[in-house]
C-alpha cells in the first residue's frame, strides 16, 4: 500500500523557516502530483503547493514569494521550504499525492490518492 511520511513541523518564531518533507512508500509507477495541504483551527483544509509531472508548481496566493516547493519523482519525495513563516500560518500541514500504483485493497496497480498523517508546525508571534 503506498504511503506518505511527513517530517519537519514544529515551533518557530515569526520569520523563522522551517522544511517540510514528505516520503511516499510502497509500489509507486508513476508520481502524477504532489503536494501540501494545511488545515488552521476552524477553516477548512487548503492547498498550500503542488507539483506535478515534476516540474509545474502551484503555489496559493497567501505563501508565494515565501513557500517553495519542489518534488524529487526519482525518489518520490516533496519538500516545502518555508520562510518569512507568520502566526498565521499555523496549522497541520498534509502532505497529499496523485500517484499510480500498488493498491494492497484492490491488489492491483491503480490510480490513487493518498494523503499523510499531517505535521503541526506553530508559528509563534
Known amino acids: 500500500q503506498v504511503q506518505l511520511v511527513e517530517s519537519g513541523g514544529g515551533l518557530v518564531q515569526a520569520g523563522g523557516s522551517l522544511t517540510l518533507s514528505c516520503a511516499a512508500s510502497?509500489?509507486?509507477?508513476?508520481?502524477?502530483?504532489m503536494g501540501w495541504y494545511r488545515q488552521a483551527p476552524g477553516k477548512e483544509r487548503e492547498l498550500v503547493a503542488s507539483i506535478a509531472n515534476g516540474d509545474s508548481t502551484n503555489i496559493a496566493d497567501s505563501v508565494k514569494g515565501r513557500f517553495t516547493v519542489s518534488g524529487n519523482n526519482a525518489k518520490n519525495t516533496v519538500n516545502l521550504q518555508m520562510n518569512n513563516l507568520k502566526p498565521e500560518d499555523t496549522a497541520v500541514y498534509y502532505c497529499?499525492?496523485?500517484?499510480?500504483?500498488?493498491?494492497?485493497?484492490?491488489?492491483?496497480?491503480?490510480?490513487?490518492?493518498?494523503w499523510g498523517q499531517g505535521t503541526l508546525v506553530t508559528v509563534s508571534s
Open positions: 497529499y499525492a496523485e500517484v499510480y500504483g500498488y493498491s494492497g485493497q484492490y491488489r492491483q496497480f491503480r490510480n490513487l490518492e493518498v
Open positions: 510502497g509500489v509507486v509507477f508513476r508520481i502524477n502530483v
